[in-house]
């Protein structure tokens, strides 16, 4: 990583050190479950959370009574069965969906009870999406795929966000393709140039939905080291949801759902380790 990057990354913590004047009431107000301590340290949390979708006989509840915290600075991979409700939290989590009940925490914010516009501005700006699918606009160059939600927020390039950009271009390999256009780059580059995206705006998180799962095995080896890189070098949060113990076996910590629920969690996980938790989950 290049010290700049890393300069840039102390910038970007100073900058999330103090949370913004609202998130500042909150953490003084008693009834609010978060302690200020639990602040500095939390990129995201959720309390007794559940999804039901449906009702009667078709009604299915995707997350039963879930509750996670997620550690700034540290990259969490959400694994477990299919339908055991990975991505109903992962969307939860990210303000893509609504809870049935229970409370979701970006930094100091809880998402329960924002408006639809002040909900739109938090994941435009303090949260970074992943997707298995890339989700590139297509007749956008890579450039304008990575600055385009900054673009869309109307923020100003000052020099310190342009020395962070030209860091994330630099360390991800990007600087000779930035005039290509999606369909002139490989999967790998693509998803490059979405991580670069997700990492050019510095939240407090970055969702990656199966992020290698469109990938060869050299491809996701390479954006998963990315992902790593972006935690241990630049103290970006990272949580992912995957089926591949393989990319599970690039984060700091791996938490199991079953039905709905957490139902075991590994530190410093080996994808051998992570197998064979899957497969005693795929047993019950
Ligand atoms: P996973 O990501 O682990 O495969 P999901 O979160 O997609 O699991 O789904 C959890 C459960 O919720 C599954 O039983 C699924 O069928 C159900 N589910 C997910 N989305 C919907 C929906 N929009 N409507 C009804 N049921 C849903």
């Known amino acids: 990583m290049k010290p700049s990057a890393t300069a840039a990354a102390g910038q970007a913590e100073a900058n999330h050190a103090d949370p913004p004047p609202t998130d500042r009431a909150q953490a003084t107000d008693p009834q609010n479950p978060l302690q200020p301590a639990q602040h500095r340290q939390l990129a995201a949390r959720a309390i007794g959370l559940s999804k039901v979708y449906g009702s009667g006989d078709t009604q299915v509840r995707a997350l039963d009574d879930v509750s996670v915290d997620f550690a700034r600075a540290e990259f969490t991979a959400i694994m477990g069965p299919s339908g055991s409700g990975k991505s109903t939290l992962m969307h939860c989590l990210a303000g893509l969906d609504v809870a049935s009940s229970g409370m979701v925490v970006i930094g100091a914010t809880e998402l329960t009870g924002l408006s639809d516009k002040k909900l739109t501005q938090l994941r435009r700006d303090r949260i970074g999406f992943v997707f298995q699918a890339f989700n590139l606009v297509p007749t956008l160059t890579a450039l304008e795929n990575i600055t385009l939600p900054m673009d869309i927020a109307g923020r100003k390039r000052d020099a310190d966000s342009q020395a962070w950009l030209d860091s994330v271009i630099d360390t991800l390999g990007l600087r000779d393709r930035l005039s290509h256009r999606p369909s002139e780059l490989s999967g790998g580059q693509q998803q490059r140039v979405a991580c670069a995206r997700a990492l050019a705006g510095r939240p407090d998180i970055i969702f990656g939905d199966e992020p290698t799962g469109n990938l060869d095995s050299r491809s996701s ?18 949580v992912i949801v995957t089926h591949d113990p393989r990319a599970a076996g690039y984060a700091d910590r791996v938490v199991f759902l079953a039905d709905g629920q957490i139902v075991d969690e590994l530190r410093e996980p080996t994808a051998d380790k992570v197998l064979d938790r899957m497969k005693n989950l795929e047993q019950v």
């Open 221 to 238: 080896g390479e954006v998963l080291g990315i992902l790593r890189q972006s935690v241990s070098a630049l103290g970006q949060t990272v």
